[in-house]
């Protein structure tokens, strides 16, 4: 499992957080800290769970990955660093990127109704996977 990180000459990457951050880009699921440290060890059995948590914290910081909570367990971690949403299995929690575009007033509209000042907007579809759909 070797991927080139590119554009990261700057970041002050250790091996630990070049290994963590390998771990994420080279995986297509969106995983879970727990996930990460699995795979890291995998790759270098000295690494702690501490130093990966703290990679992850680092790496989040220095924008190269995302980190998406929904508030109700474990946040995940993902390569895709700009602006995309997700679909969330209520069954399995799969969770998977979809890749759609907003209404243009939507961010200007949800601010006014609100009296927000907006930082982000995120759309998180959540349902029924066709995986799990099918066992019913």
Do not use: W
């Not at 699921?29 to 990966?52: C, G, M, Q, W, Y």
């Not at 299995?89 to 243009?104: F, H, R």
Request: glycine fraction near 6%; include cysteine; aromatic fraction near 6%.
């Amino acid at each position: 499992m070797k991927v080139k990180v590119t554009g990261t000459r700057n970041l002050g990457l250790t091996r630990q957080r070049q290994v963590v951050l390998e771990v994420i880009k080279s995986s297509t699921d969106h995983l879970t800290a727990n996930e990460v440290f699995a795979a890291a060890k995998r790759l270098l059995p000295s690494i702690s769970f501490a130093t990966v948590y703290n990679s992850l914290r680092y790496l989040k910081e220095a924008g190269q990955i995302a980190e998406i909570s929904f508030g109700n367990g474990a946040s995940r971690f993902d390569r895709i660093t700009h602006r995309h949403d997700h679909a969330i299995c209520s069954k399995c929690g799969k969770l998977v990127d979809i890749e759609i575009e907003m209404p243009a007033n939507l961010l200007e509209t949800a601010a006014a109704k609100s009296q927000f000042k907006p930082e982000s907007i995120e759309f998180t579809l959540r349902g029924v996977c066709p995986d799990c759909g099918q066992i019913d």
